[in-house]
């Protein structure tokens, strides 16, 4: 769905999305996009007309902790304020708007993030364990 609920193919825009402007992303099958909405405590979208140009999730227990994942602007467009928009209607969501801490894991874009009042989280370690 896109702007105002109607149909616009978004799966498949979201998946160009990601496929054009998030390395991290790429190669994600619309069925596994469908299935990772679902998972979602949290998703919000920025639309220009039926051009999908923001992107972002989180999940969430909704009380204690929120992470955010795939906050996607086209570089074409960022410096505009659009991330911050994006950014800041996730965490203003219901899920998240009470939730105590707050995290996500960046590249390259951690000067962005200390602007919208994130800071280094001192004594962690990101972990993972790759399945695939």
């Known amino acids: 769905m ?3 609920m109607r149909p616009t193919r978004g799966l498949f825009k979201l998946q160009r ?11 994600r099958s619309v069925r596994d996009l469908r299935r990772m909405l679902a998972g979602s405590a949290a998703v919000v979208s920025l639309w220009r007309g039926r051009r999908l140009v ?5 999940s969430s227990d909704g ?10 602007i ?4 960022q410096g505009q304020g659009l991330g911050r928009q994006l950014v800041e209607a996730l965490l203003n969501t219901p899920q998240l708007r009470g939730v105590e801490r707050v995290y996500l894991m ?5 000067g962005f993030y200390r602007q919208l009042g994130f800071e280094q989280a001192p004594g962690q370690d990101l972990l993972r364990l790759k399945r695939s």
């Open 2 to 4: 896109g702007p105002g």
């Open 17 to 27: 999305l990601l496929d054009q402007h998030a390395f991290w992303a790429q190669g």
């Open 54 to 58: 923001g992107f972002a999730r989180a």
């Open 74 to 77: 086209p570089e074409d467009l």
């Open 63 to 72: 009380v204690f902790r929120a992470v955010l994942w795939d906050v996607v």
């Open 106 to 110: 960046t590249t390259n874009s951690a």
